[in-house]
């Protein structure tokens, strides 16, 4: 049994809190937040100090469910005690904090939140693309609609702002379907983005919305990421075929060939929390604890986000001087 602590009780903590509850081989023993009738909320050990937390309880794992700046330190502080890391994405928002959260994970085992990669469909459509099943990956392309107001921003004080959230509808909302983009992908020979403030100018300190070019070899793959839109819309990502299109929209595989259009729903565990957190929270952290077990590669340790941290936080690079966004970016 993982006695396992947590850090950050917000609002995602209660996904991981739950998944810890029910699986049969992790115990939920210890929670830190800084706030604390959040701490307390799940009823174990509860601490305003997360290191106190980790010396006195010594752990076998700890979740990160903080603001996305204190990921690399406290991943780093948890491997210097042995205590395994599964953090919550982004695990950093700039190329000295990855390097941080990649040492750790030479010390102790690191799993990063990238919970949609365990979705069937994703699977399914890896399967596509390694068994070549619609001939070769031609384009991509993929929308992430969603609507984040002033208010949401005001409620965390850490969302909004560049030290702390590193970004905004990219590094927040939209990581996770880049990070399935460039999954499918491979490492892009070319990334360029344009992002800009539209609705939340004033509001918040980083992009609202963010339009992103991707290409390795001829195969282009196009993301846009907005957080102003009127309601949190199903992500759609369509993957064009030599022989099929292949399109994704919320838990629907739709599948155009030769004139026909195949719909493909699918079961996946319940959604705990929001919906568009997904379901995906259950297998990915299951998998992090069965990894440990057997010593089995855990698909999404930090090589695994090489690739995606390395172009998101390039991204950020073109659109961003400063605290100040460039609107049209820099190449
Ligand atoms: N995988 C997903 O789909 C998904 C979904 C939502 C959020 N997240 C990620 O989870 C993380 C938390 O997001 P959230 O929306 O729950 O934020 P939140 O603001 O609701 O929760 C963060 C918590 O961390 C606490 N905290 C801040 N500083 C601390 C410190 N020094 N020590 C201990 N606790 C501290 C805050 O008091 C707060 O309770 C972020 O990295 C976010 O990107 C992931």
Same mark, same amino acid.
């Given at each position: 049994? *993982?006695?396992?602590?947590?850090?950050?009780?917000?609002?995602?903590?209660?996904?991981? $809190?739950?998944?810890?509850?029910?699986?049969?081989?992790?115990?939920?023993?210890?929670? /830190?937040?800084?706030?604390?009738? %959040?701490?307390?909320?799940?009823?174990?050990?509860?601490? /305003?100090?997360?290191?106190?937390?980790?010396?006195?309880?010594? @752990?076998?794992?700890?979740?990160?469910?903080?603001?996305?700046?204190?990921?690399? =330190?406290?991943?780093?502080?948890?491997?210097? %005690? +042995?205590?395994?890391?599964?953090?919550?994405?982004?695990?950093?928002?700039?190329?000295? +904090?990855?390097?941080?959260?990649?040492?750790?994970? &030479?010390?102790? @085992?690191? +799993?990063?939140? *990238?919970?949609? &990669?365990?979705?069937?469909?994703?699977?399914?459509?890896?399967?596509?693309?390694?068994?070549?099943?619609?001939?070769?990956?031609?384009?991509?392309?993929?929308? =992430? #609609?969603?609507? %984040? #107001?002033?208010?949401?921003?005001?409620?965390?004080?850490?969302?909004?702002?560049?030290?702390?959230?590193?970004?905004?509808?990219?590094?927040?909302?939209?990581?996770?379907?880049?990070?399935?983009?460039? +999954?499918?992908?491979?490492?892009? !020979?070319? $990334?360029?983005?344009?992002?800009?403030?539209?609705?939340? &100018?004033?509001?918040?300190?980083?992009?609202?919305?963010?339009?992103?070019?991707?290409?390795?070899?001829?195969?282009?793959?196009?993301?846009?990421?907005?957080?102003?839109?009127?309601? !949190?819309? @199903?992500?759609?990502?369509?993957?064009?075929?030599? #022989?099929?299109? =292949?399109?994704?929209?919320?838990?629907?595989?739709?599948?155009?060939?030769?004139?026909?259009?195949?719909?493909?729903?699918?079961?996946?565990? @319940?959604?705990?929390?929001?919906?568009?957190?997904?379901?995906?929270?259950?297998?990915?952290?299951? $998998?992090?604890? %069965?990894?440990?077990?057997?010593?089995?590669?855990?698909?999404?340790?930090?090589?695994?986000?090489?690739?995606?941290?390395?172009?998101?936080?390039?991204?950020?690079?073109?659109?961003?001087?400063?605290?100040?966004?460039?609107?049209?970016?820099?190449?």
């Amino acid at each position: 049994m *993982f006695r396992v602590g947590l850090i950050g009780c917000g609002g995602i903590s209660a996904v991981h $809190a739950h998944v810890l509850r029910e699986l049969e081989n992790t115990d939920l023993i210890a929670c /830190a937040d800084v706030i604390p009738e %959040r701490s307390a909320r799940y009823g174990c050990a509860a601490y /305003a100090d997360w290191r106190e937390m980790l010396d006195r309880e010594k @752990p076998d794992a700890v979740h990160l469910c903080t603001p996305h700046s204190l990921h690399p =330190v406290m991943a780093a502080e948890a491997a210097s %005690r +042995g205590i395994a890391v599964f953090t919550e994405k982004p695990p950093a928002i700039d190329l000295a +904090g990855w390097e941080q959260v990649k040492a750790a994970a &030479r010390r102790v @085992p690191v +799993g990063v939140c *990238f919970q949609n &990669r365990f979705h069937p469909h994703i699977q399914t459509c890896k399967r596509f693309l390694r068994e070549g099943t619609y001939g070769a990956l031609q384009g991509m392309r993929a929308f =992430v #609609t969603w609507n %984040r #107001t002033a208010q949401y921003y005001a409620a965390a004080d850490w969302k909004g702002k560049w030290a702390t959230e590193g970004g905004g509808a990219l590094i927040n909302q939209a990581i996770h379907t880049l990070d399935l983009l460039i +999954g499918f992908l491979g490492m892009p !020979d070319q $990334a360029e983005a344009m992002m800009g403030n539209h609705r939340l &100018r004033g509001a918040i300190e980083v992009e609202d919305t963010a339009e992103i070019y991707l290409r390795r070899g001829d195969v282009p793959a196009l993301l846009y990421a907005s957080n102003a839109y009127s309601q !949190d819309a @199903p992500v759609m990502i369509e993957l064009h075929f030599a #022989t099929a299109v =292949v399109r994704l929209e919320g838990d629907v595989m739709t599948i155009l060939r030769d004139g026909q259009k195949q719909e493909i729903p699918c079961v996946t565990d @319940p959604v705990i929390g929001r919906s568009y957190w997904g379901a995906g929270h259950k297998a990915c952290i299951a $998998a992090f604890y %069965r990894s440990i077990e057997t010593g089995a590669p855990y698909p999404n340790d930090p090589a695994s986000c090489e690739a995606t941290m390395q172009t998101l936080l390039s991204l950020y690079d073109q659109c961003r001087m400063g605290d100040t966004l460039l609107s049209s970016g820099r190449k």
